[in-house]
């Protein structure tokens, strides 16, 4: 009987004990900032009395009747306590402790919620202006600027800034600098924030990009280019195109009218905004009756390349063309009439013409044999590659290397010009073979290493479902393509009957 009233009389006690909690958590919300102090001291000396209270009621002993049939327990201050008792004291514990518990979260919800807020004021650079300047046109401290650039290697981005690029910068009341952020890419911005004297924090914001894949297909009429944009791409997949096929196909002086090409690709989407395109994942291109496939994979060492569905590299040891998308004047002619000597002359390479200034690229890896000039050759450079094979480019209006040194392919060697013998701005190539004039256009070239056989069966697990995709994509659209045609032609019939 007297347990039960001591059951009942805990529960009075913890119920008071959470309105007293409210209360004082609703005191603290309405009170300005310098009255908190003393309400937390009154809240805690609430809190002790009662407290005091029960401890005070938990302590009382029993008669010797009650101890000898009831449970025993053992409490630290040596005095036994029935079951019951010891249970009922532990509820009071236990729900002192959850009410400081919620009385701390409370408190900290309250300091966020009262937290400053910043207002963010966009810049943009502009032609010439460097951070240290934005600083000072902002007032802010050069001190700042010194310490904030040091605080972390993820700073170094914005030692990167271009004119058109959107700063944004925080301002405290006294005017001095508060934060920064730099979206330098459509996903990822960087965020500096001052912690203190010297101190700044800084963090890379990034939000999550999705991935859609894309299917596009043409037939060429006039150019690549023009059928790439007809077919809808952007021109970074365009040349990404070009450059998955620039080891089979010389883009400059091979495509013909009627070639096709079909590619899968993706598209990058951020809070569903289409924000660019990521990776071609398969292709295919038919060139002057070849056939050319090439599907991405990445092996287990994190490497990623393009291979054939068999599994072979499509990236060779040289490159068709040293450059992209230009007008070829002349080819490959061993009898062909100079302009200029006014007699026949052998013409043992190939001439691009292109606008003075055209960066003109390695076609493979190599070492810089000769970068000099005379008045045959203009500006000129020699490469030394394996396998006795030396490539020479000629009539730079620019060079870009030098004698003795190393080279890797697709690497800006020199500019086109119209240095030397030369009636207009072009670029003359060579490819030569054991001292042998070799048509670069046609000459078989070496191929990278396949994809690993313990490696196959990872690969086909991969490449077939992607080039499966690419020809259901393709079969559709001609099927679509062929019912839209074959709709619009029993249209007119129909109009002609009437």
């Known amino acids: 009987m007297f347990a039960k009233k001591k059951s009942r009389r805990k529960g009075a006690i913890i119920t008071i004990s959470a309105l007293s909690v409210v209360f004082a958590a609703v005191s603290y919300l309405a009170l300005a900032p310098g009255d908190e102090s003393s309400t937390q001291e009154t809240e805690q000396e609430t809190l002790s009395l009662q407290l005091s209270s029960d401890d005070t009621e938990g302590a009382t002993t029993l008669d010797n009747n009650d101890q000898t049939s009831g449970n025993l327990a053992i409490v630290e201050s040596g ?32 300091k966020t919620a009262t937290r400053p807020t910043y ?18 046109k902002m007032g802010f401290s050069s001190k700042d ?21 959107t700063l944004e910068f925080a301002k405290t009341d006294d005017q001095e600098f508060h934060g920064l952020r730099y979206p330098f890419n459509s996903s990822d911005t960087l965020v500096i924030t001052k912690a203190g004297d010297k101190q700044f924090d800084v963090t890379l914001d990034k939000k999550p990009i999705e991935y859609k894949k894309r299917f596009a297909t043409a037939t060429i009429d006039s150019s ?176 870009a290397v030098r004698a ?45 290493a396949p994809v690993p056989k313990t490696e196959m069966a990872r690969f086909q697990k991969h490449s077939k479902p992607l080039m499966e995709r690419l020809e259901t994509e393709r079969t ?3 099927a679509r393509l062929n019912e839209e045609e074959s709709s619009a032609n029993n249209g007119s019939s129909s109009k002609l009957q009437k």
């Open 145 to 165: 600027l010194h310490y904030m650039m040091r605080a972390d290697d993820q700073v170094e981005i914005l030692k990167k800034i271009r004119p058109g690029h």
């Open 79 to 110: 005095e036994l306590e029935t079951t019951e008792q010891a249970s009922a004291k532990n509820t009071t514990t236990q729900a002192s402790q959850e009410s400081n518990k919620a009385t701390d979260a409370l408190k900290d919800f309250v």
């Open 404 to 448: 003795g040194e190393r080279v890797k392919q697709g690497q800006i060697i020199g500019y086109v010009g119209s240095t030397g013998m030369s009636q207009a701005p072009h670029l003359h190539y060579e490819f030569v073979v054991n001292g042998v004039h070799r048509n670069p256009r046609t000459v078989k070239l070496p191929q990278a």
């Open 119 to 136: 207002e963010w004021e966009k810049v943009t650079v502009a032609k010439g202006e460097s951070l240290a300047r934005i600083f000072n």
């Open 224 to 399: 690549f280019y023009v059928a790439g944009k007809k077919a809808g791409l952007p021109d970074g997949v365009i040349m990404e195109l070009a450059g998955v096929f620039e080891y089979d196909i010389d883009f400059a002086l091979e495509i013909r009218k009627n070639d096709s090409f079909s590619v899968l690709y993706e598209e990058k989407y951020i809070d569903g905004k289409k924000v660019g395109y990521g990776s071609i994942l398969s292709a295919e291109f038919n060139n002057m009756g070849d056939h050319f496939a090439a599907v991405l994979y990445t092996d287990t060492n994190g490497r990623t390349a393009y291979y054939t569905p068999e599994g072979n590299a499509v990236r060779k040891s040289f490159l068709r063309a040293p450059l992209q998308f230009n007008y070829v004047s002349s080819n490959f002619n061993p009898k062909r009439f100079h302009p200029i000597q006014k007699r026949v002359k052998p013409h043992r390479g190939t001439d691009y013409r292109a606008p003075i200034g055209t960066p003109v690229r390695a076609s493979g890896d190599g070492r810089v044999v000769k970068s000099s000039y005379n008045r045959f050759n203009g500006n000129y450079v020699f490469i030394q590659h394996g396998g006795n094979i030396t490539t020479k480019y000629l009539h730079f209006s620019k060079r």
């Open 476 to 478: 559709t659209y001609f």
